[in-house]
């Protein structure tokens, strides 16, 4: 009885794995502890959950067609799939577009494989993300938008992986569900990521860039919300044959500079800011219609980002014995 938590040292799948086992859950973490950030963090996460009775972790690349066999092998009878491993970020896919193409959409066709060869219906939750709406105006965005102009190769990875998850449902009759995440944060977070980033630059007092000269906004989500997404979406899974696609942001949007202003406080410095230009792959305006969410699981966010943002540097702290 075990559920299968792809990407378990990356930062939500960490989070998943360790709430899992908080609940009594068998969890096996795979992860290839690809070196896109800081693999000292990954492997600093694993040896955390290591820690507890519940967890094995197996090193592989999800991306390979074997994977499969050897995560059968490992789990025995399985439970539950949680994909949460990825490469992540948007601008990362400009430079590494095959490792992106072979993780998230090779990567999320193992976790259907698994799912397709369990033998009875078996929860499936999948990571995709707000980059799938792209160039897509309609504000906030809703699961029920077309989602097919994506700035940037991650997004299309992503809403390929939906697709392709989409004729699984089709031709096999495997339910899953796909979140769309919207900009997570939160302790144990990702160093390419605004909050670990500025929260470095104030720390170590360096200069920061705000993108779009600072006009931006973001359904900005705390990773225990996101995470409690990802547990109801197990615990009512999508019907055999069904493929849900659900947005996992909070319901209201926050500015970056108000996000920084947050941030500063929580820290106790000031931020110098320099306003620059964005990154042609990058979102301006990423807020997410959570009805559907709520509606399917449930779900709604409890966290502010005056409540999470002084969590995050308080473990930053901690964790840089600052
Ligand atoms: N963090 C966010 O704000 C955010 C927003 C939208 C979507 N997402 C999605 O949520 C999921 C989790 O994101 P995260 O922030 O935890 O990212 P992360 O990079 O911290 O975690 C992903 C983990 O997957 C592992 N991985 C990558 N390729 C792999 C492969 N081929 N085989 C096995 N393991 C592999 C990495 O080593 C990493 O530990 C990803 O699918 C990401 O695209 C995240």
Redesign the pocket.
Known sequence: MTIVV??????????LSAALLKRGETVLG????????S?EL?RA?AAELARQPGFRLIE?????AD?VKLIQDAAGEITGIA???????VRASDDRPF?FI???I??EL?ALELARHAGRPVPLV??????VYGASEEMPFSPNDRADRPKSL?GAT?RAAELISLSYASRFGIGSTA???????GPW??P??ATWKFTKALFEGEKIELYNFGRMTRGF?Y?ED?VQAVLLALEKPAAPGEHRTLNVGSAGAETLERYLAVLERAVGRQAEVERVAAHPAEMFDTVADISETERVLGWRPTTTIDVGLPKFVEWYRAFHKL
């Open positions: 792809t990407g378990a040292a990356g930062f939500v799948g960490f989070h795979v992860d290839n502890f690809d070196p896109y950030y693999v990954k996460r592989a690349d999800i991306g390979q994977t994909n949460m491993a990825a490469n992540p970020g490792d072979a993780s998230n090779g990567g193992c999948y990571a995709s993300t707000s980059a991650y992503k979140l769309r995440f919207f900009t997570v944060y977070g990702r390419d990521m989500t990773v996101t």
